[in-house]
């Protein structure tokens, strides 16, 4: 999925950077590659998107979430993902590899990428509520 996704993103006009994993291993660990990509996410959450994937989409989005300024939304379906850009300005993308194809990921991705974030004050207000709730423990 990867490799079809930055083929089609680098069709489509967008600049990619590759953070993933060279080859596939079968053993090897999401969680660094999705540190990489929320990292640079974090370092520019205004204008700086991502998008990561890992079987479940679930652990990614786990992940890009525990960054400063990252919010990640776990993309089921084009609709969804557009929702998540105009209501709650996302800008990290996880997906389920194991239970996406390539067509579907394809759609979710131009879905999210080509949504703006809406700016309405409601909008606005509850991200901002979000930031400030920082993290919580026990």
Request: hydrophobic content about 35%; overall charge negative; aromatic content about 8%.
């Amino acid at each position: 999925m990867k490799e079809g996704l930055e083929q089609f993103l680098k069709e489509s006009g967008y600049t990619v950077v590759d953070l993933g994993n060279t080859r596939y291993e079968e053993g090897d660990d999401y969680t660094d590659f999705v540190k990489s990509v929320a990292g640079k996410v974090s370092a520019d959450p205004l204008s700086g998107r991502g998008i990561v994937a890992c079987g479940s989409g679930v652990g990614a989005d786990i992940v890009a979430n525990r960054f400063r300024g990252v919010r990640s939304v776990l993309g089921f379906s084009p609709d969804q993902a557009a929702d998540s850009r105009n209501d709650d300005d996302t800008n990290v993308l996880s997906l389920a590899a194991d239970y996406l194809d390539l067509d579907q990921a394809k759609k979710i991705v131009s879905a999210w990428l080509q949504t703006p974030f809406s700016g309405e004050e409601r909008h606005k207000r509850r991200i901002q509520e979000i930031d400030e709730l920082g993290y919580t423990s026990n």
